[in-house]
């Protein structure tokens, strides 16, 4: 949706409307403060001192057991200090608000349906944006937290007809939202920015208000700053527990547009554990009803059980790729990286233990001719089919790979050379005896010549050395009349 104008009459009603809370001087200035780079902590310090009320909070915060502070902070001073300016911001915006808007007095049942809201986009905001590495989480909290704050401008000054839009959603957000833009062309957060405005706020707090019903614009163009995208999501994230209607549903359409902030389904399942392990303390702070703590806790467990679910199949398919990286896609067979990592492992136990190690070379004899007469199809069928028949004859501690086109090594671990030479004739045979269909052509007779090299034969420095004694003992059965096996010995 393009940017929304509130109409010049809503606006004139806003500023007339004294019902309308307003963010307390003592806020204000902290804000101000806090923009400074200089600020010294004991003029902050002093101009909390100047609310009882709001300095007794910071306290309380400072020693609640979302801090996790381990020794009790006993002065104004040491809060300041300990929580950093951004948190003293937070806290005297969030706060100030809530106190002021309680002292107004606003519709109870409204009240109740927006600070739930509210606190639960606030931590959510949070979280994402710790989640998506971005610095200023706590400027997310209270974007999030004033959001929807324009629900209530709207209610304090539409009276009865504005009522009927919230009664007539049902408690589904994405239904006020339309049904707002419907009846005046606008939707609360466009108010929700212009009170931050009027507030003098950061205009940061303006522009994630504007943009935080992206995701019920037909459009569906989200904005592309990451704070405004946390703020966005969050209030999805809120919808979760708020929502009359599905969770299930509401879940869904949380894990979508969280896919387009970059957070998958293992990210948003730890956001929403940390938004509920982290609303209770919140809410208590604040005075505000974060609802019905069995529901909280039905959706945590429920958050818990599929972080583990997802974790758990992470890292099955981690596992899965990675097999699937040690191995060729045509033979199936281990790939070179794989082979050279386990011939050098193999080689450095071989030498510690003093244990024999022997290697057999393979290559197909005449597959360019193969390739030629019936094509590149046939050759792949030709690869399979020898691969298949070198796993079929060697031993479960052996290991066997593709080492080039039409070129297989057999690693044999504590194999001395006789052996070796014994399961190379046995390869040999097997391929020998068995005709590869190859399609419209008939059966081709495949053969094979091989050679081994042993770390019995000779003293080697290096592993590759090992694999070069034996594809030179293979080209000795190659110049010898292929469908052979020679044995490297020096």
Known sequence: MS???????????????????????????IVELCRRDDVPLSE?????????ALAAKLLRFANSAYIGLRSPVTTLTTAVSLLGLINVRTIALSFSLVIEMQRRGFDARLHRLY??????????????????????AEEAFVSALLQDIGILALQQILGEEYAQLVTASAGDHARLVAAERARYGYDHSAVSAWMAAEWRLPEMFGRAARSSHAWYDKEGVWPTDAIERAVA??????DIWTESGDVASASSQAE???????????????VLIETANEVPAVASLVNADPGNPAAIQRILDDARESLLALTLRSSEEKQRLEEENRHDGLTGLLNRAALDSMLEDAFHQAGVRREPLSVVFLDIDHFKRVN????????????????NAVQSCVRESDAVGRYGGEEVVVLLPRAPVHVAERLAERIRERVAQ???DVGPGG????????????????????SQELVNDADEAMYAAKRAGRNRVVVARR
């Open 115 to 136: 600070w739930r809201r509210s606190l639960f986009s606030a931590v959510a905001a949070r979280s994402l944006a710790r989640s998506l590495g971005l610095p200023l």
């Open 372 to 387: 030629d007469r019936f094509g590149h199809s046939a050759g792949d069928k030709v690869l399979r089919a020898v691969a």
């Open 443 to 462: 059966p081709v007779q495949v053969t094979v010549s091989l050679g081994c090299a042993s770390l019995e034969t000779r003293t080697y420095m290096r």
């Open 434 to 436: 068995h005709p590869v």
């Open 44 to 52: 902050v310090t002093a101009t909390l001192q100047g609310d009882p």
């Open 3 to 29: 940017e929304q104008i509130l109409p010049d009459e809503i606006v004139q009603r806003l500023r007339n409307n004294r019902s309308l809370p307003t963010i307390p001087a003592i806020a204000v200035k």
């Open 233 to 238: 999501l969050s209030g999805l994230v809120a």
């Open 256 to 270: 979508q547009a969280a896919a387009r902030c970059g957070i998958d389904a293992v990210g948003l399942a730890q």
